[in-house]
């Protein structure tokens, strides 16, 4: 009988590590597929919440927040990038050239779980390809509405959904109970609402956790039938 364990993934489209992060931890799925399930929901995650509608160059917006310098950047987008690569996920090697508001990606996030799940993360999947991979802006409608589409989710109601204000309460309020526990960076797998896993972690990490944790539900429960 296989074992299911509910995973919240909070986290932004405008964040490297989540993308390897899920990348990783899809692979780890398919390891402890034949005996654990996953019940997988995204949950937003700003990074960046007071960005303009412009943006902001990424190198120069990186410097004044991190104070890192162009060459430490370079650096730090070669290594995710080798992560990246070690789990399938493939960056644009110009970079993501710049940094914009993830907001609206996140309402058709919240929108597409509504939905279903399945085709919520095909979404989450599809506008980390479109940022981190071809550099194209999750700020941008056209290219959250040919994620949508891509996901196989309704695009004239995506469309509406961007035209107006749905969802953007729901996201507030979610991004507001993460914070309060304690989630204050991203990628945060949390677990059956108990057991956090904090970054980009490798496969192997992953995995174990995964295995741990199911282990440990099904004595629960055998000791609760007891």
């Known amino acids: 009988m296989k074992k299911t364990l509910k995973i919240d993934f909070v986290s932004d489209v405008a964040c490297p590590w989540c993308a390897v992060g899920l990348a990783s931890l899809e692979r780890a799925l398919e390891r402890v597929a034949p005996e654990i399930e996953a019940e997988m929901h995204f949950q937003p995650f700003e990074l960046n919440p007071d960005m303009v509608p412009e943006g902001r160059d990424v190198t120069e917006y990186l410097g004044e927040k991190y104070g890192s310098s162009a060459e430490q950047q370079a650096q730090t987008r070669a290594h995710i990038a080798q992560r990246g ?27 597409a779980g509504e939905q279903d799940p399945a085709q919520q993360h095909r979404l989450k999947r599809l506008l980390l390809e479109a940022y981190h991979g071809r550099a194209q802006s999750p700020a941008d409608p056209a290219v959250l509405l040919d994620a949508v589409g891509a996901a196989g989710l309704d695009v004239q109601r995506a469309q509406a959904i961007l035209a107006g204000e749905e969802f953007a309460g729901e996201v507030r309020a979610r991004e507001a109970y993460f914070q309060r526990a304690g989630i204050h960076s991203v990628p945060a797998i949390i677990i059956n609402e108990r057991h956090l896993i904090s970054g980009g972690q490798p496969v192997e990490v992953f995995e174990r956790a995964l295995r741990e944790l199911a282990a440990a539900n099904a004595d629960e429960a055998t000791r609760e039938e007891a």
């Open 85 to 111: 690569a070690d789990v399938g996920f493939t960056f644009n090697p110009d970079g993501r050239g710049r940094i914009w508001n993830t907001f609206d990606a996140h309402r058709l996030l919240t929108w």
